[in-house]
C-alpha cells in the first residue's frame, strides 16, 4: 500500500485504546479506503460503523469492526499530523512576513504553509496555488468548511503580481468551485499601500460579495513591515489619512452588504482603527467575531467582556502592586481598562508598559510579536511590583518561549520578578490584575 499512517499515541479510555491499538500500529484502511491524509481519515471516521485495517509491529494484520457516534473519536495521534508530508508555500509574495524575519531563528519560523488541510484543522489562511483539481473536488465531496482564503486581490493579474506566481490568477478560479459546492469560506486581504488598496480594494469587494452567502467574512489587515525588507518589494506604510480612507471604503460596503444580507461581511483590522485614531465599531458590526485570529474585533471584544466582568464587581480596598507590559497596539485600550478598574479598587497600582518592537522594528506594534529579549532590556530597572503580567499571546502556544527563544524563567531571572501569563479574555485579565482577594 502507498499510505501507511503510523499510530503514535493513542488517548486513554478512548475506543482505539479498547480496542488493542497502539502506538507503532498501522493504519492501513477504513472501509476497505486506502487513506491518503487526513482528509481522508476524517471523511471516513464520519460513518457509524467503520472497518479498520490495522497491521501490528510483528506484522500481524488486524481487521477492527467498530460502532461508535458520528462524531466520536478513536482517539489516535500518528506520526504525522496532517497524515501526509506539510506542503509548503510556493509564492513569493511581495509582503511575505517569513521573508522579513531575521537570521539566526528556529527553523520553524522560516517554514511558509500553503496547506489546506491546516486551514481546516487551525485556521490559517491559504491562498489556493498549490491546491489541485482533485484537492478542490475533495472538499467539495467530502463537504469540508470552512475554508479560509487569502485573496489580496481579485485582479488576476495583479494577484499574479503581488504573490509573484504566474499561476495566482488563475486560483482563483477555484473559489467558483468551493461556492458551487456550497462551501463556507471566510477570506483575507493585506493591504499594500499603493498596490491593491483604493480602487482595487473596492473592485476586490465588489467582486467578493458575488460570493455571499458562503463567503461568510473577508478581512482587511495592514501589511507587516519589519526592518528586515533589503532587496524585497520597497512597500510604504500606511498614514493616517490613508487609514480613515481604507475604513470609508470597508464602512459604505458594510452598510451596503448588511442592507441585502443581513450581516457586515467585509471587517477592518483593529489595527486600522488605532491607526486611523478612530473608536472602534460596535459588537454587532463584527457578525459574531468571525476573525478574531486576524486581528479583527479583538480589542471591542476584550474591552466588552472587561467590562461585563468589572460591572458584576463590588470594588474594595485591596492593596496590590504589579506591572504589565504590552505591545504599543493594545496600550491605549488597555490604560484605558485599568483606569476603569481603578475606579472601584483605588488600592491596586499597576504599571503599564508599552514595548517598543526593536528587534522586528517599530512599525510592529502587536504584542504578539514582542521577543524576550524586548522585554528584558526596556523593563530592566523599572518598577514592576509583585508580579509582571504578561498576555498569552507573546509565547508560542503551549510552551513558556517567546520568538526568540528566551523562556519566562529566562525573564524572571533577569528581572528579578515573577511572571504571570494573562489569558486572552477580558475576565481572564481582571482576575489577573486584581489577584487572589485576601482580607
Known amino acids: 500500500?502507498?499510505?501507511?499512517?503510523?499510530?503514535?499515541?493513542?488517548?486513554?479510555?478512548?475506543?482505539?485504546?479498547?480496542?488493542?491499538?497502539?502506538?507503532?500500529?498501522?493504519?492501513?484502511?477504513?472501509?476497505?479506503n486506502e487513506i491518503s491524509d487526513v482528509f481522508d481519515y476524517y471523511?471516513?471516521?464520519?460513518?457509524?460503523?467503520?472497518?479498520?485495517?490495522?497491521?501490528?509491529?510483528?506484522?500481524?494484520?488486524?481487521?477492527?469492526?467498530?460502532?461508535?457516534?458520528?462524531?466520536?473519536?478513536?482517539?489516535?495521534?500518528f506520526e504525522q499530523s496532517l497524515m501526509d508530508e506539510y506542503r509548503s508555500c510556493r509564492n513569493k509574495c511581495m509582503f511575505c512576513f517569513i521573508d522579513q524575519m531575521p537570521e539566526g531563528m528556529r527553523?520553524?519560523?522560516?517554514?511558509?504553509?500553503?496547506?489546506?488541510?491546516?486551514?481546516?484543522?487551525?485556521?490559517?489562511?491559504?491562498?489556493?496555488?498549490?491546491?489541485?483539481?482533485?484537492d478542490v473536488e475533495r472538499i467539495v465531496r467530502y463537504h469540508l468548511e470552512p475554508i479560509n482564503i487569502s485573496f489580496q486581490t481579485t485582479n488576476p493579474e495583479l494577484r499574479c503580481r503581488m504573490l509573484h506566481n504566474r499561476f495566482a490568477g488563475d486560483a482563483l478560479k477555484k473559489v467558483d468551485i468551493l461556492y458551487q459546492g456550497g462551501i463556507q469560506m471566510n477570506g483575507q486581504i493585506v493591504l499594500c499601500k499603493g498596490v491593491n488598496d483604493k480602487d482595487e480594494l473596492?473592485?476586490?469587494?465588489?467582486?467578493?460579495?458575488?460570493?455571499?452567502?458562503?463567503?461568510?467574512?473577508?478581512?482587511v489587515v495592514p501589511v507587516g513591515l519589519t526592518k528586515y525588507r533589503d532587496g524585497l518589494y520597497p512597500l510604504e506604510p500606511f498614514t493616517k489619512e490613508d487609514a480613515r480612507e481604507v475604513l470609508k471604503t470597508i464602512h459604505a460596503w458594510q452598510d451596503k452588504v448588511y442592507e441585502e444580507y443581513g450581516i457586515h461581511f467585509i471587517h477592518a483590522g483593529d489595527e486600522w482603527y488605532i491607526l486611523a485614531e478612530e473608536e472602534l465599531p460596535e459588537e454587532e458590526r463584527y457578525d459574531g467575531?468571525?476573525?478574531?485570529?486576524?486581528?479583527v474585533g479583538m480589542l471591542r471584544l476584550l474591552f466588552d467582556e472587561f467590562e461585563e466582568g468589572l460591572k458584576a464587581l463590588e470594588g474594595d480596598l485591596r492593596k496590590r502592586?504589579?506591572?504589565?507590559?504590552?505591545?504599543?497596539l493594545a496600550y491605549p485600550y488597555l490604560?484605558?481598562?485599568?483606569?476603569?478598574?481603578?475606579?472601584?479598587?483605588?488600592?491596586?497600582?499597576?504599571?503599564?508598559?508599552?514595548?517598543?518592537?526593536?528587534f522586528f522594528g517599530e512599525r510592529i506594534t502587536v504584542s504578539g510579536l514582542i521577543t524576550g529579549q524586548d522585554l528584558?532590556?526596556?523593563?530592566?530597572?523599572?518598577?514592576?511590583?509583585?508580579?509582571?503580567?504578561?498576555?498569552?499571546?507573546?509565547?508560542?502556544?503551549?510552551?513558556?518561549?517567546?520568538?526568540?527563544?528566551?523562556?519566562?524563567?529566562?525573564?524572571e531571572n533577569a528581572l528579578q520578578v515573577p511572571v504571570d501569563i494573562v489569558k486572552s479574555s477580558g475576565q481572564d485579565f481582571i482576575n489577573a490584575v486584581l489577584g487572589p482577594h485576601t482580607d
Not at 203 to 218: A, C, E, K, Q
Open 202 to 219: 473596492e473592485r476586490s469587494i465588489r467582486d467578493l460579495t458575488g460570493y455571499l452567502p458562503f463567503l461568510r467574512s473577508v478581512s
Open 335 to 358: 490604560k484605558r481598562m485599568l483606569g476603569r478598574l481603578r475606579e472601584k479598587f483605588p488600592n491596586v497600582l499597576v504599571r503599564l508598559y508599552p514595548i517598543e518592537n526593536h
Open 43 to 77: 471523511y471516513y471516521m464520519e460513518a457509524e460503523e467503520v472497518l479498520l485495517l490495522i497491521e501490528k509491529p510483528d506484522g500481524e494484520q488486524w481487521e477492527l469492526e467498530i460502532e461508535k457516534d458520528e462524531d466520536e473519536s478513536l482517539g489516535l495521534q
Open 1 to 32: 500500500m502507498k499510505h501507511v499512517h503510523v499510530v503514535s499515541q493513542v488517548e486513554p479510555g478512548s475506543i482505539g485504546e479498547e480496542m488493542g491499538i497502539g502506538p507503532g500500529d498501522k493504519l492501513l484502511g477504513i472501509n476497505g
Open 289 to 295: 467575531y468571525l476573525q478574531l485570529e486576524n486581528g
Open 376 to 411: 528584558t532590556e526596556q523593563l530592566k530597572g523599572k518598577e514592576l511590583g509583585a508580579a509582571l503580567l504578561l498576555p498569552c499571546n507573546m509565547l508560542r502556544i503551549g510552551e513558556e518561549v517567546f520568538l526568540d527563544d528566551f523562556t519566562v524563567q529566562d525573564v
Open 321 to 328: 502592586e504589579i506591572s504589565l507590559a504590552t505591545g504599543r
Open 107 to 134: 527553523d520553524t519560523l522560516y517554514f511558509k504553509d500553503d496547506d489546506s488541510r491546516l486551514s481546516f484543522l487551525q485556521g490559517n489562511y491559504i491562498t489556493l496555488t498549490n491546491m489541485s483539481e482533485e
